[in-house]
Structure formats: C-alpha cells, structure tokens
C-alpha cells in the first residue's frame, strides 16, 4: 500500500520558517507535489517537482517556498520561508506515478501550518 505521512508543521509568527516532510512508502516516484487547504477554501495547489525535476510553485509563494526530494530517503520537503498569514493552513502531500497523467491518486493526511 501507498503511505505518504507528513510532518513539520506547527505554529510560527509572520516572517519565520517552517520546513514540512512527507516520508513516502510503498511508491518510489519523482512526481509529487504539495497542496494546501485554507478554513472556508477548495484545497489549492502549492508546488510540485515534474518528471524532468523540475519545481514548480503557485504564484503566491513563488520565491518563498523551495520544493524538493531526498530520493535516498524517498522523502519530499517544502522549506517555506518569509511566511505570512495567508500561509495558514493545512498542507497536503500527494504522489502520482509520472507515467499515469496529472491526477494525484495518493494522498497524506495534512500537516497543519499556523502563522500569526
């Protein structure tokens, strides 16, 4: 089975840094990304790594956020820097196999960001 467990949240005040991990089990693949739920919002796109490697991120926290991948440890990372208050909410990591197209099938629970 495909397990994907985040970690890394927490509260922190506007300005500060939180790194999040999502240790991944049962699927060994470059195509993953993070996604975030505000209170009251749909779940938005935050970041994502492509098959080429390559990162993407959402217009809002391009230059904040690096994304990346310890394929040793098949453990995806989202260093989040500069936060704000609109940052808060709960992140999501999720995992698709390249080969299957856009959708993400697999999915963590959430790790929660607070910033005040």
């Known amino acids: 089975d495909v397990q994907l467990v985040e970690s890394g949240g927490g509260s922190v005040q506007a300005g500060g840094s939180l790194r999040l991990s999502c240790a991944a089990s049962g699927i060994s693949t470059r195509c993953m990304a993070w996604f975030r739920q505000a209170p009251g919002k749909e779940r938005e796109f935050a970041s994502r790594i492509d098959p080429d490697l390559s990162a993407s991120y959402t217009d809002t926290v391009t230059g904040r956020f690096t994304i990346s991948k310890d394929f040793a440890k098949n453990t995806l990372y989202l260093q989040m820097n500069s936060l704000k208050p609109e940052d808060t909410a709960m992140y999501y990591c999720?995992?698709?196999?390249?080969?299957?197209?856009?959708?993400?099938?697999?999915w963590g629970q959430g790790t929660q960001v607070t910033v005040s």
């Open positions: 999720a995992a698709r196999l390249c080969s299957r197209g856009p959708t993400f099938p697999y």
